[in-house]
């Protein structure tokens, strides 16, 4: 085989897994540490099936770290909290507030309230026309300003009594919850970590 053969196969191999490669991993890995879960309760020996398990949730988050790696933001919360919190954040492919907060919407957000690291792009070519029609074009006079009213700030309206009353009752019935059924502390606790 010659070396123009080999180079010709790892390139086509490196495109194949750029682009099918990280729902393909995704998908594989989570049917593989699903299945090593299934078979460890079914009563197959541990031992055998870690192995399988380990490598199911490996090949998941590599997929995971591909897509992040394409498009500069996590797809899942769960991958992205597994790389955040423990050492792989030193490969983390997005890093910093505008790609790990592109994602998420933002609600409520006002010109003052938003950071001043994120700013729309500029377009260049927009301003040039602007400037090239405002040299040439005629000057109009401009129309008579008239005063305007002073608008007093209407203040938004809060929720609803049913809405705090509901989140109040559903609060107290998830601590009574916590507190009487078995294993559901930890329930909530996986579910604050993963959410």
């Not at 919190?85 to 507030?97: E, I, M, N, S």
């Not at 301003?127 to 203040?155: G, I, M, S």
């Not at 809405?163 to 604050?192: Q, T």
Request: proline residues 10%.
């Amino acid at each position: 085989m010659s070396i123009i053969t080999v180079m010709a196969a790892l390139a086509l191999a490196a495109l194949l897994v750029w682009t099918i490669g990280a729902p393909i991993a995704r998908l594989g890995g989570a049917l593989l540490a699903i299945a090593s879960l299934l078979c460890i309760v079914s009563g197959d020996p541990i031992a055998t099936r870690a192995p399988l398990l380990l490598g199911g949730a490996a090949l998941w988050l590599a997929g995971h770290f591909l897509t992040a790696y394409k498009t500069r933001a996590w797809s899942s919360r769960l991958a992205e909290n597994i790389v955040t919190r423990t050492p792989l954040r030193y490969l983390d492919p997005v890093r910093g507030y505008e790609h790990r907060h592109a994602r998420r919407p933002v609600t409520g957000s006002t010109p003052e309230s938003t950071p001043d690291r994120i700013q729309p792009p500029v377009d260049d070519f927009a301003q040039w026309e602007q400037e090239l029609t405002a040299d040439t074009a005629p000057t109009v006079p401009a129309p008579p300003v008239r005063p305007v009213a002073k608008r007093v700030p209407v203040r938004p309206a809060g929720p609803s009594r049913g809405a705090v009353y509901g989140k109040r009752a559903a609060k107290i019935a998830g601590n009574l919850a916590v507190r009487k059924v078995p294993g559901a502390r930890a329930a909530r606790s996986a579910w604050r970590f993963v959410r």
